[in-house]
């Protein structure tokens, strides 16, 4: 089994920004895709964010590009979600994911472990 725990979250105003955490432990694998995916109150669970194995390669939904910034290390077993510019419409419960495959991968039902959410309030 993988846990996976999100940390970082909480209020922030608006053109603010927050660096959003995931540890995984227990079972990881030798090479994992991660991702950042949102929900918002009476919405569906969004993909934010993805990064493969190596860090080399990332995608972004179009509503983040170019504010938010994914990136992992792999010697701690940590993703990070660097989000800059924050917008009111940023804010949701985040959460993190872990996929057993190669390459990025921005479905949700493609993801086998999830975390427990952080909660990103934005004020306007």
């Known amino acids: 089994q993988v846990q996976l725990v999100e940390s970082g979250g909480g209020l922030v105003q608006a053109g603010g920004s927050l660096r959003l955490s995931c540890a995984a432990s227990g079972r990881t694998f030798l090479r994992y895709t991660m991702g950042w995916f949102r929900q918002a109150p009476g919405k569906e669970r969004e993909f934010v964010a993805t990064?493969?194995?190596?860090?080399?390669?990332?995608y972004y939904a179009d509503s983040v590009k170019g504010r938010f910034t994914i990136s992992r290390d792999n010697a701690k077993d940590t993703v990070y979600l660097r989000m800059n510019s924050l917008k009111s419409e940023d804010t949701a419960v985040y959460y993190c994911?872990?996929?057993?495959?190669?390459?990025?991968?921005?479905?949700?039902?493609?993801?086998?472990?999830w975390g427990q959410g952080t909660q990103v309030t934005v004020s306007s």
């Open positions: 990064i493969d194995w190596s860090g080399g390669s990332t």
């Open positions: 994911a872990l996929v057993r495959k190669v390459g990025i991968r921005n479905l949700s039902d493609e993801y086998d472990y």
